[in-house]
């Protein structure tokens, strides 16, 4: 069972992986696909939680995704809020 499970945590993290290198590919003037793929980066870190994923996993991930450079307030706030505090 635990087998399966850590499988299981392993293909979340490779698909929030995956899904984190799409949200920065997005083009910064494409507000609403923007705001879509964070809404689904959201709902897949919340379901890591289920697969004891920790905090320093998600941040590794998180880390290794390109800054956007900002134009505007609607820009930075289409950023999901989990990445945008990592820098504080």
């Keep these: 069972m635990s ?3 850590d499988s299981q945590k392993f293909e979340l ?5 995956k899904e984190c290198e799409r949200y920065s ?11 879509e793929q964070k809404s689904f980066i959201n ?11 920790s ?4 941040n590794n991930i998180i880390s290794t995704m ?3 450079k900002f134009e505007s307030l609607d820009e930075k706030l289409a950023v999901p809020t ?4 990592q820098s504080r």
Excluded: C, H, K, W
């Design 25 to 35: 590919l997005i083009p910064t003037s494409d507000l609403q696909q923007r705001r």
């Design 82 to 85: 989990y990445i945008r505090n």
């Design 43 to 53: 709902g897949l870190m919340t379901a890591s939680r289920i697969f004891n994923v």
């Design 13 to 17: 993290l490779a698909l929030l992986s």
């Design 3 to 5: 087998d399966q499970f």
């Design 55 to 58: 905090y320093d996993e998600l």
């Design 66 to 68: 390109t800054q956007p």
